[in-house]
C-alpha cells in the first residue's frame, strides 16, 4: 500500500526526522477559512496525490499571504491532474497539505528499499536530487551510493558517516544525518515497508536538513502486526478492487472488454496474456483463489459484471486439488444467483475434468466450452465483438 | 535420482493438525509420500492421519527421523518454524505458507547465510510456493499428483497453476519430469531460479528443463546469465506478465514491475540472448518441447 506524503511524513515525525512545519491538510468540502496559518509565510500547498511530477502539474503551489494561500488550497482541491507518472489518466486531488514554504539550498536523493538478490534493506543515496533516480540510475550510475542495513543490527554508525562523506554533508548538518538515515533504516524494519523515500532531502538557505516530501510503501502482507496502517484506506485500490480484496479475491480493473476470472495468479496473467495474442483485450485480472467454491464464484462474476466495458467473459480453471466437476457446479449454481448477459467461455482442466463438462453441457447454461487455454481465448475474443 | 525429493525422504509436516496441513499431509500420503511426523506445540504424544505429532522439530527428527520439513504454518508464525525446521537438522525446509511478511523473511534469510557458513547444510524452497514433486517417489508440496509423470524434463516455476498447466502439457504429449520446483511467488525465497538451474544440470536423470517466469525482480536474467555461462542442458521458458500495467502487482508480492526493472521484454530478451527457446503462447510450451527435445528423450 502507498502513503501519501502527509500520511507519510506523521510516520517521519515519530522517527524524529527533521520536517518543515505542517500546517494541515485540507479536504474536499473543508472551508479554507478552517486552515490555521501561523509565522509570518510565504506558505506552500501541495496536492496529495500518489505519483510523482506534481510540480510541473501545478499540484505545489506557493502562497505570499494568507489569503493567497487559503484560495490556492481552494483552487487546488478537486482539480484533476495528469503528471509524468499517471500515465495519462487524470487523478483528482482529494486533500492537500499546507506546510512552510523555504528556499532551497542543496537537494538531495534518500531511500530505503528491499534489494531481492541480497535479501535485505538497501539505503540508496546520491547527491543529485530531485530527480528521477531510475534515470539517474541509468545516466550516472556512479552518482548513487548503496549501502546495505543488517537485518538485524540496523544501519551502523561507520556506515551512516560513510554516506554522510559520500553526499558531502555540510559539518552543521553532519550529525543530523547520519541520525536521519539510521532511523530511516530502523524505520524500514519496523514498518515492514518496502520502499522508505525523501526526495529531495534538502539543505535550506538557512542551513536546515530537511525531508521535503515522503514516499512510503508498505507490505500488505505484514498488515496484520499494523494495525493503524490496516486501518486506512488504500487510496490507489479502486472501491471495486477494495471489495474483492475484503472477500479474499485479487482483482485489478484493466482497459479491455473481456472479462476473466482464473485460479492462481501466474495462470491468471499468462491468460491476459494469451487473450492478447487472441486479439483482444482483458478487462481484468482476477485471481478466484485456490479454494474457489460456489459463493467465490458467484462473488467474481458480480465484480466482473460491474465494469460496464465487459462484453464477454472468460472462466480459466486448472481443477488440481480443486476438482472441475465441483467447478462446474459452482459455475452454475452462480449463474442462478447472479444474471450473466454476456457471452460466457469456460475453459477447465484437470482433476475430474469429464464429469466438470458434463455438468455444464447438461445445465443448459448459454455457454461454450473450449478444451486448451488458446482456444477459450479466441473464442472470448470472438464472442466480445 | 531427481534433485531435492527422492523414495527416501521423510517427511515432517509443521502445521499437520490444521486445516490446511491436514488435506494436504493426507493427499501427499495418498500419491506415495513418507509422512513421519508432525510439529504442532502443544499436542505433542498425539496422533493424526496416524502419524505421530510432536511439539518441536528436533523430536521429529530424533524420535521419527525426519529430514524434510513441509510448512503449512499461518504467516505470523511461518518464519520462526522456517528456521526451527532448520535448526533441527532437516536437509530440505519446503514453505507453502502464503503472505509472510517480506521483512520476515529477509530476517529469516539473514539467519540461515549465518547458519550456512558456519557449516550447517539446508535448502529452503518458497515460501508462498506450490511445493516440490519428483513424481512417483515423493510429492511435498499442494500439487495435483496425478498431472505428473516421471521422466527426463525438470521443471521449475514461480507460479502454482501455471505449472500444473505447463506440467499437463508435457504429460499429456508423453514428455514425463525428474522433479517438479515451484520456487514460489515472493520477493524473498530460498531457492532461486539459478539454485535450482544447478542442480538441474547436475542431476544425470534431468536432460532438459523447463522454466516459467514471471514479471518482476531480476530472477530471470541472472538464469539467463547462468544457463549462457555453466548450462548445456536444453532449456525451454514462458514470462507470464507480458500485458500486466507497470507499478500493480500482479498477485504475487514478487510480480511487479517497478522503475521500468523486472520488465517482460528485458527478460525474454536476456533468455533468449542465452540460447533459451523462448515461447510466447503458453498453450505452445508441450509442443515446442516436445518438437524439439522430446523425440530424442523418448529413445
Known sequence: MKLLEYEGKEIFARYGLPLLERYGVLRLGDDPASLKLTGKGPWVVKAQVLAGGRGKAGGVKVGRTEEETRGLAAAMLGMKMVTIQTQGKALTVEEVLVEQACELEREMYLSVVLDRKEACPMIIASAEGGMSIEELAHTRPELILKVPVDPHAGLRDYQARELAYGLKIPKANFCAFTELVKNLARMFMELDAGLVEINPLAITRDGRLVAVDSKIVTDDNALFRHKDMAAKPDHEATPVEREAREIGINYIGLDGNIGCMVNGAGLAMATLDTVKLAGGDAANFLDVGGGANVDQITRAFQIILKDPKVKAVMVNIFGGIMKCDNIASGIVEASKRVSIKVPLVVRLEGTNVKEGKDILARSGLKLEQADSLWEAARKAVAAAK | ?299
Open chain 2, 1 to 299: 535420482m531427481a534433485i531435492l525429493l527422492d523414495k527416501n525422504t521423510r517427511l515432517a509436516v509443521h502445521g499437520l493438525t490444521g486445516a490446511q496441513g491436514s488435506f494436504h499431509a493426507g493427499q501427499c500420503m495418498e500419491y506415495g509420500s513418507k509422512v513421519v511426523a508432525g510439529v504442532t506445540p502443544g499436542k505433542g504424544g498425539t496422533a493424526h492421519l496416524g502419524v505421530p505429532v510432536f511439539n518441536t522439530a528436533k523430536e521429529a527428527v530424533r524420535e521419527a527421523g525426519a529430514n524434510a520439513a513441509l510448512i503449512f504454518v499461518p504467516p505470523p508464525f511461518a518464519a520462526d518454524s522456517i528456521l526451527e525446521a532448520a535448526a533441527a537438522g532437516m536437509g530440505t525446509v519446503i514453505c507453502i505458507t502464503e503472505g509472510i511478511p517480506v521483512c520476515d523473511m529477509v530476517r529469516v534469510k539473514h539467519t540461515l547465510k549465518a547458519w550456512k557458513a558456519a557449516g550447517m547444510k539446508v535448502t529452503l524452497v518458497g515460501p508462498n510456493c506450490p511445493g516440490v514433486i519428483t513424481p512417483e517417489e515423493c510429492k511435498a508440496g499442494i500439487m495435483p499428483g496425478y498431472i505428473h509423470k516421471k521422466g527426463p524434463v525438470g521443471v521449475v516455476s514461480r507460479s502454482g497453476t501455471l505449472t500444473y498447466e505447463a506440467v499437463w502439457q508435457l504429460t499429456s504429449l508423453g514428455l514425463g519430469q525428474s522433479t517438479v520446483v515451484g520456487i514460489g511467488g515472493d520477493p524473498v525465497q530460498g531457492l532461486n531460479f539459478v539454485d535450482t538451474l544447478e542442480l538441474f544440470q547436475a542431476d544425470p536423470e534431468t536432460k532438459a528443463v523447463v522454466m516459467i517466469g514471471e514479471i518482476g525482480g531480476a530472477a530471470e536474467e541472472d538464469a539467463a546469465r547462468f544457463i549462457k555461462d555453466k548450462m548445456n542442458k536444453p532449456v525451454f521458458s514462458f514470462v507470464a506478465g507480458k500485458t500486466a500495467p507497470p507499478g500493480r502487482r500482479m498477485g504475487h508480492a514478487g510480480a511487479i514491475v517497478e522503475g521500468g526493472a523486472g520488465t517482460h521484454a528485458g527478460k525474454v530478451e536476456a533468455l533468449a540472448a542465452a540460447g533459451v527457446t523462448v515461447v510466447e503462447n503458453l498453450s505452445d510450451m508441450g509442443r515446442t518441447v516436445a518438437e524439439k527435445f522430446g523425440a530424442a528423450a523418448r529413445k
